[in-house]
């Protein structure tokens, strides 16, 4: 008898429905108090980084830029970046663009300022920021492309 009960329990449980599946809660990382303080990081690094460069400090505002990299990564990587950390990830690639162009690595330089042209041609919505942005690193690109046919 306890077996018939038995199979006819698992049986039976078997037919059940399925439990409600669990809905996903999506969180925006840009949210989140890392995500401003980083983007904040970043706006202050690449601030000092131009001021070593205006002071002809090249090697402390490459430290700097180095120091901005995985930031800027950590930034840009979430599935909707703001504007704000967009604008700092895009100064940083300028700053480092700049300073390899400057010791003439207009191919690598090149490739930073197209970054930028990506980022900013395709940025919704356009604003009268971003096409400056936008032709800024057009320029840039230019300026490569016409040092490295020389």
């Not at 039976?12 to 996903?24: F, G, N, V, W, Y």
């Not at 505002?61 to 990830?89: F, H, M």
Request: charged share 25%; with cysteine.
């Amino acid at each position: 008898m306890r077996i018939a009960l038995f199979i006819v329990t698992i049986l039976l449980s078997a037919c059940a429905p399925e439990s409600a599946p669990r809905e996903r809660v999506q969180r925006n990382p840009t949210t989140e108090p890392w995500y401003g303080k980083t983007v904040d990081e970043l706006v202050a690094i690449n601030r000092d980084a131009g001021e070593f460069v205006k002071n002809g400090k090249p090697d402390d505002a490459a430290a700097l830029i180095q120091k901005g990299v995985p930031l800027s990564g950590r930034l840009i990587a979430v599935q909707k970046p703001t504007l704000a950390a967009t604008e700092a990830v895009s100064d940083l690639d300028r700053l480092y663009g700049e300073m390899l162009f400057s010791n003439r690595n207009y191919g690598w330089a090149r490739l930073l300022f197209q970054k930028n042209v990506a980022r900013w041609k395709y940025w919704k919505p356009q604003t009268p920021e971003t096409a400056r942005r936008l032709k800024e690193a057009q320029s840039a690109i230019a300026e490569c492309d016409r040092r490295i046919g020389e």
